[in-house]
């Protein structure tokens, strides 16, 4: 089985074209209502993105919305659009969980692609989706399973940290706790691949 506990944007996910035995999940909330949107209503889903115009006004209107006021397809819908329009497509989030990335002001940003929606909607098909945190996401890995993990990195310098993809952060304690995690996965046999930066800290966590 393949497990991907930090989701995101699912490039390593997406490129292996893992079986049908997949559990990808991530604590971001609106990301996960997404990609089971896609999964299971793209059709709903692009024709509710054909609605959003590309203007400082109408993206501060979306952004400022209320997500127990819309459907999950609405939900997806906005995370989208504001993914593409916001500054550099980045996900942050202020300390109440609330969006708060600034608008980006593309001359023609492309808000919404058919064809690479209805492709990943097929890739997701049989696709076990979650909102969990990572040890729980990977209770059940076993020997054999591959596990790739993606988490926040670990900042190079003082003044580059970034922790706010998630209204909780990630941070040096939660590191620690990912590390030995690690190394229980490797105890049962798991196949395992992680991404992060290349500090001292990186290096001490995962000595041996």
Same mark, same amino acid.
């Given at each position: 089985?393949?497990?991907e506990?930090?989701? /995101?944007? /699912?490039a390593?996910?997406f490129?292996?074209n893992?079986p049908?035995?997949?559990?990808?999940?991530?604590?971001n909330?609106e990301?996960?209502?997404?990609?089971?949107v896609v999964r299971?209503?793209v059709?709903?889903?692009?024709g509710d993105?054909?609605?959003?115009i590309?203007t400082?006004e109408?993206?501060y209107?979306?952004?400022s919305?209320?997500?127990?006021?819309?459907?999950?397809v #609405?939900?997806?819908?906005r995370f989208?659009?504001?993914n593409?329009?916001?500054?550099?497509?980045l996900?942050r989030?202020?300390r109440?969980g609330q969006f708060n990335?600034p608008?980006?002001f593309?001359?023609?940003?492309?808000?919404?692609?058919?064809?690479r929606?209805?492709?990943?909607?097929k890739?997701?098909?049989?696709?076990?989706i979650?909102c969990c945190?990572f #040890?729980d996401a990977?209770?059940?890995?076993?020997?054999?399973d591959?596990?790739y993990?993606?988490?926040?990195?670990?900042?190079?310098?003082?003044t580059?940290?970034?922790?706010s993809?998630?209204s909780? /952060?990630?941070?040096?304690?939660?590191? #620690?706790?990912?590390a030995?995690l690690v190394?229980?996965?490797d105890?049962r /046999?798991c196949?395992?691949m992680l991404?992060?930066?290349?500090?001292?800290l990186?290096?001490?966590?995962?000595?041996?």
């Amino acid at each position: 089985q393949y497990f991907e506990p930090f989701i /995101g944007g /699912g490039a390593v996910f997406f490129h292996l074209n893992p079986p049908p035995y997949a559990h990808i999940s991530d604590v971001n909330e609106e990301l996960v209502q997404t990609y089971r949107v896609v999964r299971d209503k793209v059709e709903q889903l692009i024709g509710d993105l054909d609605k959003h115009i590309n203007t400082e006004e109408y993206f501060y209107q979306i952004r400022s919305q209320k997500l127990s006021d819309l459907s999950d397809v #609405e939900v997806a819908s906005r995370f989208i659009f504001l993914n593409h329009t916001c500054f550099n497509g980045l996900y942050r989030v202020n300390r109440k969980g609330q969006f708060n990335a600034p608008f980006g002001f593309y001359k023609n940003p492309v808000i919404q692609n058919k064809l690479r929606l209805r492709e990943a909607s097929k890739f997701l098909q049989g696709v076990d989706i979650q909102c969990c945190d990572f #040890e729980d996401a990977l209770a059940k890995a076993k020997y054999n399973d591959f596990v790739y993990l993606d988490p926040p990195y670990i900042p190079l310098t003082p003044t580059s940290n970034f922790t706010s993809y998630s209204s909780g /952060g990630f941070n040096i304690g939660d590191q #620690e706790r990912l590390a030995r995690l690690v190394s229980k996965l490797d105890l049962r /046999g798991c196949k395992i691949m992680l991404s992060n930066s290349d500090t001292p800290l990186t290096r001490k966590l995962y000595e041996g």
